[in-house]
């Protein structure tokens, strides 16, 4: 498992895309096309966490547009994860700053899938917080006649 903390003032800059016309709704439609892409906000003065449908599907957990239950969430990822995600979400609040890891999330069939965060503090002109994404490592495969076998999601 891996953890990187990157300095908040070294932002990548947004790439030019005027000339290509696609939109953001396209971007995100492709960058979800083939794995489970979810994005969520953490509100750190109520600790709340909101996550929409992809995130409640890695975790395996029903969909509410209300917030996560974190316990119920954090049981789904591996034991030995726990406290290191706990850690990066503490230190990115107390110090401003953007993080990405690594980490394993039970996959309902006895084993554990790979999962990466990527989340950047917000100060409280922009809406206060932790935003991020969090996306599957491997791709979700279609094959013609197991469409509806859930193994392969």
Request: proline share 2%; aromatic share 12%.
């Amino acid at each position: 498992m891996s953890l990187r903390f990157e300095q908040p003032v070294i932002d990548k800059t947004e790439q030019s895309r005027a000339h290509i016309g696609i939109t953001d709704a396209e971007i995100v439609q492709m960058l979800a096309a083939y794995r489970l892409f979810g994005f969520w906000r953490i509100d750190i003065e109520t600790g709340h966490f909101f996550a929409s449908e992809d995130v409640h599907a890695i975790f395996d957990l029903p969909y509410s547009e209300g917030p996560v239950n974190l316990a119920e969430l954090m049981s789904r990822i591996h034991e030995d994860d726990r406290s290191l995600i706990a850690q990066t979400f503490e230190e990115a609040s107390l110090h401003g700053v953007g993080f990405h890891f690594v980490y394993r999330v039970c996959n309902r069939l006895g084993g554990h899938k790979l999962v990466r965060s990527v989340g950047r503090f917000r100060d409280g002109q922009s809406g206060g917080g932790i935003v991020g994404v969090t996306y599957e490592f491997v791709e979700r495969l279609r094959v013609v006649g197991f469409e509806d076998d859930t193994r392969l999601r």
